[in-house]
């Protein structure tokens, strides 16, 4: 039974037709609870949490032990919906939980906290707590397994797919639409890596096939890999009713039609989702390709910036540099991150000062791959390609060893400090010569090179300056440099369950998941030295 589209509890559906029969028949007692539970085929437990219900309404009274009195109707109760049924915390408490369902905070197949977590964080009682697993338990949030509570839809309710009438036993498919062979292998080496390995992870541990299909004709591989419009639509018409829809995981730079590509696969009335992790094209949304099964998960930008300017901002940091590495300098994500830095920077009151110095030095510009790294090469960095600053400080240490060898260490390291300062102007402009509170690298990778060569000059992250970057690659996790995670891995998480189906997946009303932000704090940001030495004084110390 469904209220407003929202499946009703079945002790909130027991309540209802007890109000029709008190109504109808002009009870002035409620029979038994014995005599509910064999007239509804229902536990005792499920009719007392229904009896309790219209006890609270104020519809019946009466103690344990004794017979249940009615004791009147009050105003609007026989018309109620399902979530007036509820009592006030009950309501609130399956509102919260529900949110935390839908946003992720809870995933589908984890267990839900015990009763006691929610008695202790929310202020409610275990009856309370108990109410509301049952009503998400009716709405098909949650299920109970033995005496836990787990986030999704039990596995016999799970997908299956009919053929003639009859289930079939091979498993539904998605289809990943890429480019080509090479952009599929990049998604997995590079800093989107989290969003493949959480989609397609997910999809199987629900049981789930994925199918990755190509757009480019040119490299199918001898025919390995379905590629091409005809190859696709052969793939679709033979999966038949397994076929669920379609993940594309292409960047709206590397296919000058992706629009009609898009339109071409929401024609089988199957959900079509894209994947714009930098937010490059917002414009292609629901009203652009006019189907409804259409989503776009993007990666808030906007949100990324606000949360790294804010946090600088609330530490006392009032004046920023944001270095214009010239190897990022040409790339279109770099040009909208500057962008959207410059925008909001210029939006606060008082505005932060952000200082975009260029970056020209040969070093920033030199790429290498796997091929032509050399042996003692920092394995971590060459999964991006780019690893200037530990291949210039192996080089500084080489020089100076094989030019002094009878240098003692401590004049060495002198030197070594000397050499990184003059060799390296961009960031000795920023944290000598006309100091700023911090520095905003452009990604990860990058502002751990910075992180480096400020070690190795002996200025001091965050006593002397902080050090914030954005991206969250778990392989450079490592090294103590604060981040601002677009957490990629909770969008592929949504766009997985828009597919399964057990859980609410929201978008707006044009298609829209964004991604959800959030700061990660490595112990490289903190207050600057005069905010500091403020305190002191301010404190008397």
Known sequence: MTTGGKPVALHERIARELLDRIERESLAFLPSVRILCRQYGASSKTVSSAVRLLREKGVVAGSRGRKVRVVGMKKGVSC????????????????????????????????????????????????TVCDGFDHLQGEGLVYKHGKRWIVGKPPSQRHT???????????????????????????????????????????????????????????????DFVAGRSEILSCITSLGSRFLGAFVAMHHDDIKDLGEWISWLCQFDRPVIWADYDNAAPHLDRKAIGRKGYFRCYGDEAKVVTIALERLRGLGHRRIAFPMCRAFREESWFKRRVEEIRRQSEALDPPLQVLFSAQDEPLWQ?????????????????????????????????????????????????????????????????????PVDAILASNQLIGINYYCWLKHAGIGVPDQVSLLTFDNRLVLARYPVSTVDLRLDGLAYKAAHIFIGDIPVRSDCRGNIASQPQLVDRGSIGAPARCEVAQRRGSGG
């Open 161 to 223: 797919v009919q053929v003639n009438g009859a289930v079939d036993t091979g498993s539904p498919v998605v289809l990943i639409v890429v480019k080509d062979n090479d952009a599929w292998r990049t998604l997995f080496t590079s800093h989107l890596s989290l969003l493949p390995q959480m989609f397609c992870g997910e999809l199987e541990r629900h049981g789930l096939q994925f199918v990755v299909v190509q757009t480019d004709e040119s490299q199918a591989c001898r025919g």
């Open 366 to 434: 030199r790429e290498q791959t796997p091929s032509d790294k050399p042996a003692s090469y920092n394995a971590d960095y060459n999964l991006a390609g780019r690893g200037m600053m530990f291949e210039f400080l192996d080089g500084v240490r080489s020089t100076l060893r094989a030019t002094r060898p009878k240098m003692s260490e401590t004049k060495l390291g002198h030197a070594e400090v000397r050499r990184l300062l003059q060799s390296v102007p961009s960031l000795k402009k920023l944290v000598v010569d006309d």
């Open 80 to 127: 109620c919906g399902a979530e007036e049924m509820l009592g006030e915390s009950v309501s609130q408490l399956c509102d919260m939980i529900r949110e935390r369902i839908c946003d992720a905070t809870y995933r589908a197949g984890e267990q839900l906290p015990k009763v006691t977590h929610f008695v202790v964080s929310d202020r409610v009682s275990p009856n």
